[in-house]
């Protein structure tokens, strides 16, 4: 609006975030038009507390062209407000593009290490859901009717069998046959390479899945596992374990890992064998993982040989983190020749490579 000071003030209001609405002023000339609003200069105060309008004053010369107008700022800084917004403008279509761009959703299971345990997750059926329930259902009826035979015949276990417990792994070779085979079937490779049932030994394997111990039961034979202590806790589940004479475990206590180890060697040397992952835990991509030496130093104190095992299969019907489901598929176990020696670290080495060779030859 036109004012008697021969002035005209236009009040613009800019979207942008960093500005309020700007109160802009000029000379008013009678040669030259008024100056576009993409060509005032805007003003930024520099300091907290300002007004509410952030003003900026524009003194129009009578012999400059509009793009040469001076800005004269009041006690702050004057900076093309232009720039601000073609900054923000430049800002927003970074952001939309950045959201915009497709998403892709992976499984830390799929692409990687040995094909056969990589699952993506985007292959998730609603069979592989059934059948994983239907799962859990059979080894759950098994196990409520087999832990009464086990119970009725611990105390002549303990009394004839107390480290071996042959009869009880009878009854878990049962429930776990039962158990897998409506669902996959596993196939065995060397099995000449077992040693008999009465020789001690020290057996290892690679861990994909929730599905190794059911596989490894299914061997027929009676070595000790060893299990988390919380396990132990689980009705029935538990039970069995005890039963069994399954070792525990406090993963995060070095006490109870150096009484594990004196507790393996024990069983080793009065005639009972003992079963170890080396890995620790279970792959979650396939990937054979660096061994730990406990298993191999246990069986260099003692003496026995160590049998390594590979499973082929469990990863994939079962991937780890996905222990709802169940897919399609069949699981092959591979017996290695055993390995002798008083070296851990030879022994280790020697573990490894056999079960990582088998695993390369079968991807």
Not at 72 to 85: A, D, S
């Amino acid at each position: 609006m036109l004012n008697n000071n021969n002035t005209m003030e236009m009040v613009a209001s800019l979207s942008h975030p960093f500005h309020c609405p700007l109160r802009l002023r000029y000379k008013r000339s009678s040669n030259i038009s008024p100056p576009s609003l993409l060509q005032f200069r805007a003003c930024k105060e520099p300091f907290v507390g300002c007004s509410t309008y952030k003003q900026a004053v524009l003194w129009n010369s009578y012999n400059s062209t509009l793009n040469g107008a001076s800005c004269i700022p009041r006690k702050h800084v004057c900076v093309p407000w232009y720039n601000y917004l073609q900054e923000f403008n430049q800002t927003m279509v970074h952001k939309q593009a950045k959201a915009s761009r497709p998403v892709v959703v992976r499984s830390e299971l799929a692409g990687t290490g040995i094909p056969d345990s990589a699952y993506p997750l985007s292959d998730i059926t609603f069979g592989s859901k059934v059948r994983g329930i239907g799962f859990y259902v059979v080894t759950a009826i098994a196990a409520i009717f087999l832990i009464v035979l086990m119970i009725a015949q611990h105390p002549f276990v303990l009394l004839f069998d107390q480290y071996r417990r042959k009869a009880q792994f009878s009854i878990a070779k049962i429930w776990a046959s039962l158990t897998v085979a409506p669902f996959f079937k596993i196939e065995y490779e060397r099995l000449e390479n077992l040693p008999p049932p009465d020789v001690p030994a020290v057996y290892v394997s690679n861990h994909q899945s929730f599905l190794d111990i059911y596989t490894l039961l299914t061997l027929g034979r009676s070595f000790k596992f060893i299990s988390k202590t919380g396990i132990f806790l689980f009705p029935i589940i538990g039970w069995a374990m005890l039963m069994l004479g399954v070792i525990p475990l406090k993963r995060m206590d070095s006490r109870s890992q150096m009484e594990c180890l004196k507790r393996c060697m024990d069983l080793l040397k009065k005639g009972s064998s003992v079963f170890f992952f080396p890995e620790g835990t279970r792959s979650k991509d396939g990937k054979l993982c660096a061994f730990k030496k406990g298993a191999f130093s246990v069986a260099a104190k003692v003496g026995v040989p160590v049998v390594p095992i590979t499973l082929i299969g469990t990863g994939k019907i079962m991937p780890t983190g996905l222990e709802g489901i169940l897919n399609p598929g069949s699981v092959k176990v591979i017996i290695h020749k055993p390995i002798e020696g008083s070296d851990a670290a030879v022994l280790c080495n020697e573990a490894r490579s056999a079960i990582a060779d088998a695993l390369q030859h079968q991807g």
